[in-house]
């Protein structure tokens, strides 16, 4: 690997060796390579999971003054950042309650205290409900009196953002500015199987108890959160890092993890996401969930998917924004009719249509803030267009080496099962 992912590569071994000579590797970077791993540990979530493992470890004194002082003053803007999030989610909360809605806080803050040991450590960028179908319209509504607008519906998850123009910066990352985004994810009424909101629990925040899914129901939502994002061409390593210390808390409860096979069976999909994941997460971090767990997840999962993760897993964690396209290569056996399949994979590898706006404006903005949403949208294209080219060409690049691979793969199946016959 080159060096910047020997380094990535060395920050996922802090967070999970309980060896502290893990850290050495580290020693030897140069300015500039800090500088490049500083900016992944940003986008990947992992920055402050990584300054409070270097402490933990006592090892803090070993990172450049500028990291660690940069690393400091992320912790104390994330801080304030997370205390504004945790004040806004309480007030929707009171606003939905006060409105007889039937919701529960999502991903984020509810992850708290099994998947994150403290909320001030977390990078979260949105504030996610899940809702009742029928209460969508009322949700909706209360969004808007606080200050925000629909700014997108895809699927059953709605987008909603303050009209305030965010300025989109890694500086920015963790201050807490005032632009805010919701997302509200409908939970679609059916008779035919248990509801989440049915069994949803209480945790309590700044004094104030709000609804949250049962451990069981956030660990099969985590396992489907990254599996869609593997998909996606980008995710944070830090979702990962959560997922596994969620199976950690819980390795010894065998409640849970009966509770998890039984959600997860009742869910189309789910024991297939969350063998994905969990063989991601144990091919880069170790082992980290019980046995029985794997015999209904990963041991079920096709060759070729094993094979995906055993080629490419590694290089989905470790990369950069915006990612690449070499997702596009994993076997989709659960996607859906071929033809279907094959009209998204065209969509994916060349849109014809233009990203949408990341901020709609409004008939009061001024000059100023209209031309800044104006740069920020053709930055944005330009991002967007360099990926699908580049990426593209890396996919074209790749796809008769993993052809190859696979029917070496189906070859040696096919005869290892004729001598498992004879």
Same mark, same amino acid.
């Given at each position: 690997m080159m060096?910047?992912?020997?380094?990535? *590569?060395?920050?996922?071994?802090?967070?999970?060796?309980?060896?502290?000579?893990?850290?050495?590797?580290?020693?030897?970077?140069?300015?500039? #390579?800090?500088?490049?791993?500083?900016?992944?540990?940003?986008?990947?979530?992992?920055?402050?999971?990584?300054?409070?493992?270097?402490?933990?470890?006592?090892?803090?004194?070993?990172?450049?003054?500028?990291?660690? $002082?940069? &690393?400091?003053?992320? &912790?104390?803007?994330?801080?304030?950042?997370?205390?504004?999030?945790?004040?806004?989610?309480?007030?929707?909360?009171?606003?939905? $309650?006060?409105?007889?809605?039937?919701?529960?806080?999502?991903?984020?803050?509810?992850?708290?205290?099994?998947?994150?040991?403290?909320?001030?450590?977390?990078? *979260?960028?949105?504030?996610?409900?899940?809702?009742? #179908?029928?209460?969508?319209?009322? $949700?909706?509504?209360?969004?808007?009196?606080?200050?925000?607008? &629909?700014?997108?519906?895809?699927?059953?998850?709605?987008?909603?953002?303050?009209?305030?123009?965010?300025?989109?910066?890694?500086?920015? &990352?963790?201050?807490?500015?005032?632009?805010?985004?919701?997302?509200?994810?409908? #939970?679609?009424?059916?008779?035919?199987?248990?509801?989440?909101?049915?069994?949803?629990?209480?945790? $309590?925040?700044?004094?104030?108890?709000?609804?949250?899914?049962?451990?069981?129901?956030?660990?099969?939502?985590?396992?489907?959160?990254?599996?869609?994002?593997?998909?996606?061409?980008?995710?944070?390593?830090?979702?990962?890092l959560e997922f596994r210390r969620h199976a950690l808390m819980r390795r010894e409860d065998e409640a849970f993890w009966r509770e998890v096979q039984a959600r997860a069976m009742e869910t189309p999909g789910a024991w297939w996401a969350l063998g994905v994941t969990t063989l991601l997460v144990t091919r880069l971090m170790g082992d980290f969930v019980p046995e029985h767990f794997l015999r209904w997840t990963v041991h079920r999962l096709p060759a070729s998917v094993r094979l995906w993760? #055993?080629?490419?897993?590694?290089?989905?964690?470790?990369q950069s924004f915006p990612g690449n396209k070499l997702h596009l290569l994993l076997p989709r056996e659960l996607a859906g009719p071929e033809t279907v399949v094959r009209q998204e994979l065209r969509r994916a590898l060349m849109p014809l249509r233009l990203p949408p706006p990341i901020v709609r404006g409004d008939a009061q903005e001024n000059r100023r803030t209209r031309l800044r949403r104006y740069w920020m949208q053709v930055c944005f294209i330009g991002l967007r267009l360099r990926f699908h080219v580049v990426e593209g060409m890396r996919y074209a690049w790749e796809l008769p080496r993993w052809r190859r691979c696979v029917r070496e793969q189906a070859a040696i199946c096919a005869a290892n099962k004729r001598m498992t016959i004879l």
């Open positions: 060096r910047d992912q020997q380094a990535r *590569q060395t920050v996922l071994e802090v967070l999970c060796d309980t060896d502290s000579n893990c850290w050495l590797p580290l020693a030897g970077l140069s300015g500039q #390579e800090w500088r490049r791993l500083m900016q992944w540990l940003d986008v990947s979530g992992l920055a402050l999971y990584f300054l409070d493992r270097a402490k933990e470890l006592r090892c803090e004194t070993a990172l450049p003054d500028a990291v660690r $002082a940069g &690393l400091e003053q992320r &912790l104390t803007q994330n801080t304030a950042r997370t205390h504004g999030m945790i004040a806004e989610s309480v007030a929707i909360h009171q606003e939905f $309650a006060r409105s007889g809605l039937v919701y529960a806080l999502l991903k984020g803050i509810s992850l708290w205290p099994d998947s994150v040991p403290r909320l001030e450590l977390r990078s *979260q960028l949105d504030i996610d409900f899940l809702i009742a #179908e029928a209460d969508v319209a009322a $949700a909706c509504a209360v969004l808007e009196r606080g200050g925000y607008y &629909l700014h997108a519906v895809s699927g059953r998850s709605w987008e909603f953002k303050t009209r305030v123009v965010p300025n989109i910066s890694l500086k920015n &990352l963790y201050r807490d500015a005032p632009s805010r985004a919701v997302e509200l994810h409908v #939970e679609k009424d059916s008779a035919d199987k248990p509801r989440l909101l049915a069994s949803a629990v209480s945790c $309590a925040m700044d004094g104030v108890a709000i609804p949250v899914l049962k451990p069981a129901d956030q660990f099969v939502g985590q396992g489907r959160h990254v599996c869609k994002h593997i998909y996606g061409g980008f995710f944070r390593a830090a979702h990962l993760v #055993e080629m490419y897993g590694e290089r989905a964690v470790l």
